[in-house]
């Protein structure tokens, strides 16, 4: 297993340089490899291959670096029920299930969903790694506090909306690909020498080219509307976890500065004074913190 990874301070992915010309060659001769590999038929049952057409993305495996790098920034736990989506040969899964975690994989190939099976037996983690024969986008994945996937950008969008309405904190992650203008809420990368290596590899464990990367949002509540504050009245509008509006009170309305959700926590500062909350049906509490000094504050939606 790869382990080197590229992390500045706090934990922050690196962007690493490389030359031009040495990054298109390698990335020519992964390619070439790539179509070679997907134009082989694959066994019925037998392992997976590179660019292997699946109903909605082709197969590619993740590197096993990332895979680390991608349950740590979910920072998932033995108390998490993971559900990988498009989960493959149930890497993911059983890398979840070894953490302790309860794990689920949602796999529309059948001898993939076979195979994954097996690998979770052979791997001794059966009784915490689950899969289903199924499609991602009918899937039940309300009980998940952490979703995986390693997808398309397009088939991504088509999940937002089935993501957004999960409730507000669980923790979405993926490998390479985004969600359109859902802006990340944290991101990490991994190293993989084997990508250099994929062209003169029959079956390469990744494809990644040198440097992996992670992306994290969580999903945030939602709190666009009109709120009462004591005499007076807050404005939030929002964007996916970014919060604007205003505070009003005693006739001088103030705009919201700063403001942002990480699932059910609310921040923002309105002049010189910092709000944090908890946001829940219908009612917002928290501190305000002005020149040192903590008051508490609370709001309930106008109906």
């Known amino acids: 297993m790869t382990s080197a990874m590229g992390y500045?301070?706090?934990?922050?992915?690196?962007?690493?340089?490389?030359?031009?010309?040495?990054?298109?060659?390698?990335?020519?001769?992964?390619?070439?490899?790539?179509?070679?590999?997907?134009?082989?038929?694959?066994?019925?049952?037998?392992?997976?291959?590179?660019?292997?057409?699946?109903?909605?993305?082709?197969?590619?495996?993740?590197?096993?670096?990332?895979?680390?790098?991608?349950?740590?920034?979910?920072?998932?736990?033995?108390?998490?029920?993971?559900?990988?989506?498009?989960?493959?040969?149930?890497?993911?899964?059983?890398?979840?299930?070894?953490?302790?975690a309860r794990a689920h994989g949602i796999e529309y190939d059948r001898a993939l969903y076979e195979l994954s099976k097996r690998e979770a037996a052979a791997a001794g983690v059966a009784a915490r790694a689950s899969f289903a024969q199924g499609d991602i986008f009918e899937a039940d994945l309300s009980a998940a506090s952490v979703i995986t996937a390693y997808l398309s950008e397009s088939v991504n969008l088509r999940l937002r909306p089935k993501l957004l309405a999960l409730r507000p904190g669980t923790r979405v992650v993926t490998n390479s690909f985004g969600f359109g203008d859902w802006k990340v809420d944290d991101a990490a990368s991994a190293i993989s020498l084997k990508g250099l290596l994929a062209p003169f590899i029959d079956h390469p464990k990744d494809h990644?080219?040198?440097?992996?990367?992670?992306y994290l949002w969580i999903v945030p509540?939602?709190?666009?509307?009109?709120?009462?504050?004591?005499?007076?009245?807050?404005?939030?509008?929002?964007?996916?976890?970014?919060?604007?509006?205003?505070?009003?009170?005693?006739?001088?309305?103030?705009?919201?500065?700063?403001?942002?959700?990480?699932?059910e926590a609310l921040s923002f500062t309105v002049g010189d004074t910092e709000y944090s909350g908890r946001v829940g049906p219908a009612r917002i509490e928290g501190t305000a913190r002005r020149g040192g000094v903590s008051t508490t504050w609370y709001a309930t939606l106008e109906r």
Do not use: H
């Open 221 to 263: 509540a939602q709190v666009e509307g009109r709120w009462r504050v004591g005499g007076g009245v807050l404005e939030l509008r929002q964007s996916y976890q970014m919060v604007s509006g205003s505070l009003t009170q005693g006739g001088k309305s103030v705009a919201l500065a700063k403001g942002r959700l990480r699932g």
């Open 8 to 100: 500045g301070k706090q934990g922050q992915a690196q962007n690493l340089k490389l030359p031009f010309a040495f990054k298109a060659a390698a990335l020519a001769l992964i390619f070439l490899a790539t179509v070679r590999v997907a134009a082989a038929q694959t066994p019925p049952g037998a392992a997976p291959q590179a660019g292997q057409r699946g109903k909605d993305v082709m197969w590619m495996a993740t590197a096993d670096a990332l895979i680390a790098r991608m349950l740590d920034l979910a920072a998932v736990k033995a108390s998490d029920y993971v559900i990988d989506l498009g989960s493959g040969d149930g890497v993911v899964v059983i890398a979840a299930a070894r953490r302790g």
């Open 208 to 214: 990644c080219f040198l440097v992996c990367n992670a």
